[in-house]
């Protein structure tokens, strides 16, 4: 790796955590009201929503933790009425947790939040800068999941 490549990445770590640490001030301006849960409990129901019912297990698993506060978070959900627990055709004995139509309207209201908080952010920015910006975390992103999945990042085509 070159000095330059080296002071890319150095930036980039700096950028990453600069990130981190500004991203749970920006949770705070998502204008959703009380749903009822933790915000990392309500984060549970975007997989749920798309992936449909899921054991706890298989949620702790796609969220990448541990089971015991996935386990918590649920339980958060089921109390708020966002989710519900129901039988896993496959293991009478065990459960599943799935969304329930106010969790659905919960997602709705915070993919808007959301929604509306990044149109603020970018209102100055370029709509090509805002595809660029999208398409390299995009592919960001899917390096670091297939690093977590498999112990290698994936091969990046030279541009």
Request: a neutral charge; glycine letters at 6%.
């Amino acid at each position: 790796m070159s000095v330059h490549e080296d002071d890319s990445i150095g930036r980039l770590a700096s950028e990453i955590m600069r990130f981190t640490r500004i991203g749970a001030r920006a949770k705070g301006m998502l204008t959703t009201g009380d749903l009822g849960a933790e915000f990392s409990a309500l984060m549970l129901l975007f997989p749920l929503r798309h992936m449909g019912p899921m054991r706890v297990t298989e949620l702790a698993e796609v969220k990448q933790a541990d089971p015991s506060t996935i386990s918590r978070q649920a339980a958060q959900l089921v109390k708020a009425g966002l989710a519900h627990r129901q039988a896993d055709p496959v293991d009478g004995r065990a459960s599943r947790l799935a969304v329930t139509e106010a969790g659905m309207a919960a997602c709705h209201e915070m993919h808007e939040a959301r929604r509306a908080l990044l149109v603020q952010v970018l209102s100055t920015w370029p709509t090509e800068r805002v595809e660029t910006f999208t398409s390299l975390l995009e592919e960001f992103n899917s390096s670091v999941e297939a690093l977590l999945r498999t112990g290698r990042a994936t091969p990046q085509e030279k541009a």
